[in-house]
């Protein structure tokens, strides 16, 4: 099981699900409440916008394939909008093929992950864009 | 006498469209209450899947993030339910999460559970298959490899994964041994067995069935290595491709040499694109665009003029879409070329790829 972020500084980070799968979403909530951070969910892309706009997460954690407007167009929105252009994305995806994968990073996922994951390996990832260094290499598009 | 005929007959279609009215009432009455009783079950069902979402969903979680947990109680009735909602939960998961959910499944008492709804139902025959994998009960290798042999296809996919979870090594020889001899599968559901094996392996291993199964089988082959993801495959598909003279396993071929794109492979296609067969030439050409080395483009610009119009298409696609030659040196091209077919072919290929690039950038400006 991977530690929360040395010093508490998860305390202070909020991390937005965005996730139609309700067992996975309750999984992921759990898990990073756990951890430390203060979550918020959006079952569909649309919320999704919403919550990320006018509540600035620190992280998103959002899947491809979503009801009302799907990963790739919510990516899309989420790197043209000046509020969010900046927020590290992590891309937790059913969608398993390569080529999902670089075309989610294509549109602006900083990081990508497939189902079934390891929820070590998530929290270390999600450890490493909210590190200082990580969000300085943040490139809006 | 006329008149007592009459009455008589005008009494039996009395009686008939009464009847027939009653059968009517007692039809509708029948229907409602079948309607009402399936309404109750799903109901119960609904509440009963709630309940047991709300029993067991805080140890599931728990237990997968690493914390001590104890399985609630199992109640006969709840065992569906309390079997579905943990498949789900550890399908999502890999690792040592899984591990955990695995360990609190057989806690619950899940491995006896499974072995009985084996004898039920199609669904429940599934659930307990799955169940079965996630809990890793590796003493039911052979039941659930005997379970491949079952000719419905949802079993079968799930007895796979069921034991991909189980042993992913010894697994591959086993499920690609079967899946060769079926032929009613979609990609997109082996991707699901796949994705759990080690792709490396299941390619190696298609690959090696190439050179024992007969002509027939060669095509529905490479379409499973195709989905394996893996570049395993290619030594032995060079092999293969340097003495086949089968037409469709060498288009075969080269399509899966496209996937990879490997340079490597290039000599293969350049050989190919001349091939007597325009099945052969068509992936070639594709195959020699995604390579996109410089000195292939002027292969591609004889076929623009091939006798086949998919050929001169996709020649055309590669032309475009390998980017070694420049956008306006393409157009100068098309204005040169003394063939009309070859001529159409690039400037439809040209459009076709404005077209996309316009598209892009008006959803970039939507978004």
Known sequence: MSQPPAGGAAASQTVLVVEDDDHVAALLRFLLDDAGYAVTHAPDGRAGLLLASSGRPDLIVMDLLLPYVDGFTMLARLRAAEPTADIPVLVLSGRSGGDDVAAARRAGASDCLTKPFDPDILLARIADLLSPAATARVDPQ | ?367
């Open chain 2, 1 to 367: 006498m006329t008149g007592a005929l009459a009455a008589a007959t005008a009494d039996v279609a009395v009686h008939v469209a009464l009847l027939a009215g009653a059968l009517a009432l007692l039809a509708a009455l029948l229907l409602g209450a079948l309607t009402l009783l399936l309404r109750l079950r799903a109901a119960r069902a609904e509440r009963r899947a709630r309940r047991v979402s709300d029993e067991w969903t805080p140890a599931l979680v728990r237990v997968a993030a690493g914390r001590d947990s104890q399985p609630p109680a199992l109640r006969r009735s709840d065992v569906p339910a309390a079997m579905l909602l943990f498949s789900q939960y550890a399908e999502a998961l890999t690792g040592e999460a899984h591990r955990r959910l695995a360990d609190l499944g057989r806690e619950a008492g899940f491995e006896t559970c499974a072995l009985e709804l084996l004898a039920r139902s199609k669904s429940e025959r599934m659930l307990g298959i799955m169940a079965l994998g996630h809990i890793r009960a590796s003493d039911h290798w052979p039941t659930l490899a005997e379970l491949l042999w079952k000719r419905d296809l949802a079993v079968w996919l799930t007895a796979a994964r069921a034991l991909a979870r189980l042993d992913p090594v010894t697994a591959v020889p086993v499920v690609a041994r079967r899946l060769v001899a079926r032929n009613d599968w979609h990609p997109a559901h082996l991707t699901r067995v796949l994705r759990l094996l080690p792709a490396d392996a299941v390619a190696a291993k298609l690959a090696q069935e190439l050179s024992v199964s007969p002509p027939d089988r060669i095509p529905a082959l490479l379409r499973l290595i195709e989905a394996s993801g893996s570049p395993a495959c290619l030594p032995d598909l060079r092999r293969l491709a340097a003495v086949s003279s089968d037409s469709e396993a060498l288009a075969g071929i080269l399509r899966v040499m496209a996937r990879f794109a490997d340079p490597a492979d290039a000599e293969t296609a350049r050989r190919c694109i001349t091939h007597p067969h325009d099945g052969v030439r068509v992936q070639a050409s594709t195959a020699l665009g995604r390579f996109a080395l410089h000195r292939d483009s002027a292969l591609l610009i004889d076929r623009l003029s091939d006798a086949a119009w998919w050929v001169r298409q996709r020649a055309a696609q590669a032309l475009v879409g390998a980017g070694r030659v420049s956008r306006a040196d393409l157009e100068r091209l098309s204005d040169l070329l003394p063939d009309p077919y070859a001529r159409d072919a690039l400037t439809a290929a040209l459009a076709a790829a404005a077209h996309d690039a316009s598209i892009g950038a008006e959803g970039h400006q939507v978004a």
